[in-house]
């Protein structure tokens, strides 16, 4: 394989336009999701559109040994990553007391823990190469507290927070580390989540435009792309710095309320 990037949850969504972005510019994919059906039929459009190698990696990236076994499977078959991006990730509504706390350990085990362990094991190797590209998904949600979605917030703030600070520790190498932050996108994001039937969802960008966004932003090396906002969603938050935080936070609970 060549010219490869590895995507986390890629059976849908952005992940899945990642695949395909990489593939229309000759790059060779290892695709990773817990569902196999959905990563079989994306193998069969990208080989029979773009004719570049597919890999299937299906993997529960929840689960505590799982960024370990993707990293030891593709290093045994002598596969160099290029270009790492770590999409996988889920949101979830509700009142932190009320809710599940195995689903919100889920969700920290997913969008924190697998994406830190994936980083630290691939950098490395893209560091020796001098050579590698990381793409880090996060969400403007990292940028404020988000009451109705406490967790989930919480942990989009690590991933820009650690992608920010591990992109200047590498900044004197050919490294990057690019960190994309989302508006509400058209994704299955919204309905498991349950945003879907709040205001916060009412108008949300295409997952493709949001996808060409930060794969561009990821070759040219950037090291924010905010992607996907409405008029009034950029206006508040160019408004954050001036906004008291007893307000900003009654805004983001009464937009994040199920309708």
């Not at 790059?27 to 990773?32: P, T």
């Not at 960190?179 to 058209?186: H, Q, S, V, Y």
Request: aromatic content about 6%; hydrophobic content about 40%.
């Amino acid at each position: 394989m060549n010219n490869v990037a590895l995507i986390t949850g890629a059976s849908s969504g952005l992940g899945k336009e990642f695949a395909l972005l990489h593939a229309e510019r000759n790059g060779d994919v290892i695709i990773v999701a817990r569902r196999e059906n959905k990563l079989q039929e994306l193998k069969s459009e990208i080989e029979s559109t773009y004719h570049t190698q597919v890999k299937i990696i299906v993997k529960d990236l929840t689960k505590p040994n799982a960024a370990q076994e993707i990293y030891d499977e593709v290093s045994k078959e002598n596969i160099t990553v290029n270009f790492l991006i770590n999409n996988a990730g889920f949101g979830g509504v509700g009142k932190f007391h009320e809710r599940a706390l195995a689903q919100d350990i889920t969700m920290i085990n997913l969008n924190v823990i697998a994406l830190t362990t994936l980083t630290r094991l691939f950098s490395p190797d893209f560091v020796n190469r001098n050579q590698g590209k990381i793409l880090n998904v996060s969400s403007t949600a990292s940028l404020l507290p988000g009451p109705l979605q406490a967790v989930y917030y919480a942990t989009k703030a690590y991933v820009t927070s650690f992608s920010n600070a591990i992109a200047q520790e590498l900044s004197d190498t050919n490294v990057t580390v690019t960190n994309l932050m989302p508006g509400a996108t058209a994704t299955e994001f919204g309905s498991t989540s349950g945003m879907d039937k709040t205001n916060l969802f009412d108008k949300p960008a295409s997952a493709r435009s949001v996808a060409e966004a930060g794969y561009k932003g990821m070759l040219s090396g950037k090291l924010d792309v905010i992607s996907g906002l409405t008029f009034s969603q950029s206006l508040l938050l160019k408004m954050l710095p001036f906004t008291p935080k007893k307000m900003l936070l009654k805004q983001i609970h009464d937009m994040q309320k199920i309708k």
